[in-house]
């Protein structure tokens, strides 16, 4: 069965106009300036973040290094591990005191509490913290604290 179109109305065409492209087009090229802003946004954070990311490693390092020193023994001084250098100076708090032994007489060792102030250098920062220590020195032979005599 053949149908027969009218003669007076060419058949219609499917597809876009040039109007609904355009518009199509100015959607998608705002969305897309949107979407490249953001992500140069998020990627200068990123880099921020990771910048201060190695600065709070630094401190940490820092800190884990200055937890084993003794300040009475190096009151102040500056070591290098690896690109970060870490300086440090101390200065007593209180009076030293000497440590109780076990047998209730006076102990072998004279602690003193010490503010040390600890600066770490990375490649890109530098911090400052202020930390309190306790300081040790042996000040007697620990043979002399036996309950007995082993000689």
Sequence with gaps: MNRKLPRGNPPSQGGFSMIEVLAAMVIFSSSAVVLFSWLGQTS????????????????LDALEYIKGLNPMAQPEGEVRIGEQRIRWSSKAV????????????????????????????APNSQSDQTIHLIGWKQTQDARRELPFDLR
């Design 94 to 121: 209180g009076d030293a005191l000497p440590t109780k032994a076990p047998s209730g007489g006076v102990g072998v060792y004279v602690v003193q509490l010490f503010s040390v102030k600890v600066t770490s250098f």
């Design 44 to 59: 200068d954070r990123l880099s921020k973040l990771q910048v201060e990311q190695q600065r709070l490693f630094a401190e």
